[in-house]
């Protein structure tokens, strides 16, 4: 551990001589080798507990992407494959509305994303849709992240998921207070598109089912 911590602290002292200009050329030593990434999307501010959300639109504009309807598909998308794209698809076609994926670098089950895992995660769908990232696991807190700083309005939003995220929806063991949840979902006019595979059957004691 000791030599670990020598190792990388002379990484980091190096690193900052080579970028501050005070070395000509980064030192590497026999054996290592080194890979530069840089963030040209600006999507590692959420790594910073003050910035809890990121907007990555692509083409699109930012007060035009506030003021429409809009699915959010939330997931890991570890890594983003053909029945996320087909999820994305068919939830625009069913809703009407586009379709903007939410990658979050929290999760309550899984240690969360660090800045190279979001920068890998992200790379394959930055340009295909528009992205949300967030700092915030539970579907509810995504709800009063949207609502409060991206001002989206009552109505405007369609959560996507599979089914196994909809199953952890309103479990207590994540989501204590189900009866405010449940006046919030309701005042908010929320909707939620639920993807199963073949055979699939769900719960009618969900205690969303209503909104599903």
Same mark, same amino acid.
């Given at each position: ?7 990388? *602290?002379?990484?980091?002292? &190096? ?7 005070? /070395?000509?050329? +980064? ?5 290592? @080798?080194?890979?530069?990434h840089e963030d040209t999307t600006g999507a590692a %501010?959420?790594?910073n507990v003050d910035n809890p959300v990121f907007v ?6 930012? &007060?035009?992407?506030? *003021?429409?309807?809009? $699915?959010?598909?939330?997931?890991? +998308? ?21 379709? $903007? ?7 309550? &089950?899984? *240690? ?6 979001? #920068? ?20 509810? &807190? #995504?709800? @009063? /992240?949207? =609502?409060?700083?991206? #001002? ?5 939003? $369609? ?13 207590? =063991?994540?989501? #204590? ?5 449940? %006046? @919030? ?14 055979g699939d059957s769900f719960d009618k004691h969900h205690?969303?089912? =209503?909104?599903?």
């Amino acid at each position: 551990r000791n030599g670990q911590e020598a190792f990388v *602290a002379r990484i980091m002292l &190096d690193i900052l001589a080579y970028e501050s200009g005070l /070395l000509p050329d +980064f030192i590497k030593w026999e054996g290592e @080798s080194y890979e530069r990434h840089e963030d040209t999307t600006g999507a590692a %501010m959420v790594m910073n507990v003050d910035n809890p959300v990121f907007v990555y639109m692509g083409n699109e504009e930012y &007060d035009t992407f506030k *003021a429409s309807k809009k $699915v959010i598909l939330a997931g890991s +998308f570890n890594p983003f494959h053909e029945a996320h794209a087909e999820m994305a698809r068919l939830a625009t076609e069913i809703t009407g509305y586009p379709t $903007v994926l939410e990658l979050c670098t929290k999760n309550v &089950d899984k *240690a969360g994303l660090d800045y190279l895992d979001l #920068k890998t995660r992200l790379e394959p769908i930055k340009d295909k849709y528009p992205i949300i990232i967030t700092t915030t696991p539970l579907i509810m &807190d #995504k709800i @009063s /992240l949207l =609502k409060e700083t991206l #001002k989206f309005g009552r109505g405007s939003i $369609v959560f996507a998921m599979g089914k196994d995220t909809w199953n952890r929806f309103l479990n207590p =063991k994540y989501d #204590k207070d189900i009866q405010s949840i449940a %006046m @919030s979902l309701e005042w908010m006019g929320m909707k939620f598109l639920v993807f199963g595979r073949e055979g699939d059957s769900f719960d009618k004691h969900h205690p969303a089912e =209503k909104w599903r």
